[in-house]
């Protein structure tokens, strides 16, 4: 398997543009995560889908970011409008079952200007 | 609630030296345990892990022991390289209660090591 697979790598963008983020989860698997790394916050979880459902999304901090997953194999992360505030890493991650080991993509790189 | 604590980096280590990583943890039943480690510019990926008390977990030369009377998960390696340099997470998985289906991280330790 190819593993998660994130798109794109880099995204730089002008404050007020919508950005949208893409995940592939690693097939088969039935949990996928969003989670943002900064340096001054670490890594937060901002949502987590089991079978395509969200479960909870209380690490979303605003109305300006939505997650979807139409289907077991993709997801999205948008954000819209984006702000200078919103530049990190955004990972996506999948699992098969709650309490087993979580796979990571490479993630992306927003920048905000 | 549930909570991770790992010591604060960064830390700086001569190759060969010996590595501790400080992790302990506070949580509701019995969690799972986790270690993952970040290469620059890459994502997460799992380290080693354990799922009861007095598991050790390795991979790598690394180690870990589960230990449930200090609520600890201390990482280890005997000789580190420099090719170890990363941040290191520990994390865990409550099996009780709303943080279950999610790791809780701690902040995150990076480690240097220097030829």
């Known amino acids: 398997d190819a593993g998660v697979i994130q798109s794109p790598r880099h995204e730089v963008t002008e404050m007020g543009q919508e950005v949208t983020l893409r995940c592939k989860p690693i097939?088969?698997?039935?949990?996928l995560f969003w989670y943002r790394q900064t340096m001054m916050r670490g890594l937060e979880l901002l949502i987590y889908f089991n079978n395509n459902v969200p479960i909870d999304d209380s690490g979303m901090p605003e109305d300006r970011f939505s997650a979807k997953m139409p289907n077991a194999s993709f997801s999205t992360l948008k954000i819209q409008p984006s702000e200078p505030r919103d530049s990190a890493v955004y990972f996506c991650a999948s699992s098969l079952g709650s309490q087993s080991v979580m796979y990571f993509g490479p993630g992306t790189r927003l920048t905000v200007t | 609630g549930n909570s991770v604590t790992q010591m604060e980096g960064p830390v700086t280590l001569s190759e060969e030296a010996f590595l501790t990583i400080n992790c302990t943890y506070t949580a509701t039943g019995y969690p799972s345990l986790f270690w993952y480690v970040q290469y620059p510019g890459e994502g997460l990926q799992l380290l080693l892990k354990a799922t009861k008390a007095d598991d050790k977990g390795s991979n790598k030369g690394f180690e870990a022991t589960y230990r449930k009377e200090t609520t600890s998960f201390h990482l280890e390696k005997g000789s580190v390289q420099v090719s170890d340099s990363a941040v290191y997470f520990c994390a865990l998985i409550a099996n009780y209660g709303g943080s279950q289906g999610n790791l809780i991280f701690g902040k995150g330790t990076k480690l240097s090591v220097k030829p």
């Open positions: 097939s088969g698997h039935d949990y």
